[in-house]
């Protein structure tokens, strides 16, 4: 049984650039949230996906947007990068429904904004 | 909305002593608090939480307690080894809520 998987492992980019990172979730979970990690911080919540529709939606700007597939898995785009944008981008997959349930987490993304 | 603190940023032990982070939260609905242990370049894993309704877990070597009315919570770790060495951080989220708020983490270094 596959955990959460992640794409591509790194990515470096220019400033102005877009990105799509890409998520599957553990085998019968229907929910995926992402996150951004700076270096040396805690993750932050930038939205989470149930039912292919955006659920909840952390401080993040509309350059940041998302997706989610039938078969439940996810992607993450930014547009215009920012040198700030650098950091670790981890997505997390649960079980859906009413309440929280524990997040499982795919290995992350690294991205480098030059 | 949420925020939640944590101390010490860093935190050294000799091994074979216990550690002891701490972590604060704003928001008085709040009601699962999870820990989760990120070693270097790997992702964070669930290693322990508790729910507002209990006061204190505990899972072997490793502890959380709660205290609802000061709003904080704490993660306990006995018998340090050298693979407890990683970052630590505490989270919190309200049940009607799916956005989960991290501390800033601390880093654990157990010396030999």
């Known amino acids: 049984d596959a955990g959460v998987t992640q794409s591509p492992t790194h990515l470096i980019k220019t400033r102005g650039q877009q990105v799509t990172l890409r998520c599957s979730p553990k085998?019968?979970?229907?929910?995926v949230s992402w996150y951004q990690q700076a270096l040396g911080q805690g993750p932050q919540f930038i939205f989470q996906y149930y039912e292919e529709e955006e659920r909840q939606r952390g401080n993040f700007p509309d350059r940041f947007s998302g997706h989610q597939f039938p078969n439940y898995s996810s992607e993450l785009n930014v547009n215009a990068l920012l040198l700030g944008d650098s950091a670790l981008y981890l997505c997390a997959s649960s079980l859906g429904g009413v309440g929280y349930n524990e997040q499982f987490f795919g290995p992350g993304t690294r991205l480098t904004v030059l | 909305g949420e925020n939640v603190e944590q101390h010490p940023s860093t935190l050294s032990v000799q091994e074979g002593d216990s550690a002891v982070i701490k972590c604060t939260y704003s928001?008085?609905?709040?009601?699962?608090f999870p820990w989760y242990k990120q070693e270097l370049g790997k992702r964070p894993q669930l290693i322990i939480d508790?729910?507002?309704n209990v006061g204190e877990k505990k899972d072997q070597r490793i502890a959380v307690t709660l205290n609802k009315t000061a709003k904080h919570f704490s993660l306990h770790i006995t018998e340090t080894q050298p693979e407890d060495s990683a970052v630590y951080f505490c989270?919190?989220?309200?049940?009607?809520?799916?956005?989960?708020?991290w501390g800033a983490g601390t880093k654990l270094i157990i010396k030999p």
């Open positions: 085998s019968g979970h229907d929910t």
């Open positions: 508790i729910r507002s």
């Open positions: 928001d008085s609905a709040s009601n699962y």
């Open positions: 989270a919190a989220i309200q049940d009607s809520n799916y956005q989960l708020i």
